[in-house]
């Protein structure tokens, strides 16, 4: 009876960590976001409804890595402060042992390991799939492309456009300095030009954005000379898909796709032929989609015995070094992603390293809290004075 008791509390409190932990790492990545993007809901003058819909279609991609993290942070604080309260120590004394106690984190985690396996499955190529079908409408029907006076505009792919003056009523540009790279035939070669005026107009059913410059002279750069022209008209046409700058569409990524499109990609073996960099890609995706949601169990059974080794220090003092090693296994993580991307390492090796080893010091240090030798911060410092001053 008292372990029921014991597990339906443990378990509301690792659930109401693991919410409120998710909620504040969500927003913060999500503000993050805004801000990297903030050029293109300036640029594309983005309503609320639609700026809040990409968010949400670009969630699961976060949630991937801040589910295992808030499952770290649950177990974490939840056994720190059990520790901190001496509940641990009442529960030792009652004849509970830590054994007793660890099928309430334990099923916690995979409940949200599940739930990462479900979002890493179908979650991110659904959000991905709408996020460019969304980000797409808007920018051909709904968008009003805003050119900023007296900055150099750098939102439409291929074009750099600075207008000293803008007319809001009538969308005519003034005083224009403008660079082409849609025309350049090289990486050499450079056109500047400079207009009077100009304007811009958008043909939603040929999908092309216009620029219609006048009055000018065009200045054609390389390496070894310069041309330079004159124009009455100059007509600068950009494909509307590319007006959003950092986003591409016309080739999907392995990190959009969904599970069933990796695997089949995976099985063809001309692929490997043909693109070896995005072979690999695929093949570390495939890893990674799997390797996250297990790293939750992983990373769960980790926090336990950190939780007691650092309840000395308090919850202020303890959850720093709490980010500190989920810092070492991203680090780690990355690490084997760009191993495996470039083909110096089996991405079935390096996605796996991290796991294989916070789980095997996850059960050593487990077996220690068992038998109550797990070290504390406090007396691993002390251990260190004594040997110092000993040498002193």
Not at 337 to 346: K, P, Q, R, T, Y
């Amino acid at each position: 009876m008292k372990i029921n008791i014991l597990h339906r509390y443990l378990s509301k409190s690792l659930t109401i960590n693991f919410i409120f932990c998710l909620i504040i790492l969500l927003t913060v990545v999500l503000i993050g976001r805004m801000v990297h993007y903030k050029e293109m809901f300036i640029g594309l003058e983005l309503g609320l409804l639609d700026t809040l819909s990409l968010f949400v279609y670009l969630s699961p991609m976060f949630l991937l890595i801040i589910i295992p993290l808030s499952t770290m942070f649950a177990v974490f604080l939840s056994f720190l402060r059990m520790n901190t309260d001496r509940e641990l120590i009442a529960l030792k004394a009652g004849g509970i042992s830590i054994k007793e106690i660890l099928p309430s984190p334990l099923i916690f985690s995979l409940i949200t390991g599940i739930i990462s396996l479900f979002i890493s499955l179908y979650g991110i190529s659904w959000g991905m799939g709408n996020f460019n079908a969304l980000l797409l409408d808007v920018v051909h029907n709904r968008a009003k492309i805003i050119i900023q006076p007296g900055v150099f505009n750098q939102d439409i792919a291929g074009v750099t456009l600075f207008a000293r003056n803008v007319d809001v009523k009538t969308d005519l540009l003034h005083h224009i300095i403008f660079e082409d790279k849609t025309q350049a035939k090289d990486k050499d070669t450079r056109i500047i030009g400079l207009a009077s005026q100009g304007s811009l107009s958008k043909n939603v059913a040929e999908r092309k954005l216009s620029f219609v410059l006048n009055n000018g002279q065009l200045y054609y750069l390389s390496k070894d000379s310069l041309s330079v022209l004159s124009f009455e008209e100059y007509v600068v046409n950009v494909d509307i898909s590319k007006i959003v700058s950092g986003f591409t569409f016309d080739e999907p990524k392995p990190k959009d796709m969904s599970w069933s499109q990796l695997v089949s990609l995976k099985t063809s073996p001309e692929l490997g032929e043909k693109d070896s960099r995005f072979w690999n890609k695929v093949a570390v995706e495939i890893q990674k989609r799997i390797a996250l949601p297990v790293s939750c169990l992983v990373l769960g059974l980790f926090a336990i015995p950190l939780a007691v080794s650092l309840g000395g220090i308090g919850r202020q003092g303890a959850t720093p070094l709490l980010f500190v090693f989920f810092i070492l296994y991203y680090s780690l993580l990355s690490f084997g992603i760009a191993l495996g991307e470039s083909g110096s390492l089996a991405p079935i090796i390096g996605l796996w390293i991290p796991n294989v080893l916070f789980f095997i010091i996850a059960l050593y240090g487990l077996y220690l809290t068992s038998i109550e030798r797990i070290p504390s911060l406090q007396s691993f410092t002390l251990f260190i004075k004594r040997k110092v001053f000993k040498k002193t």
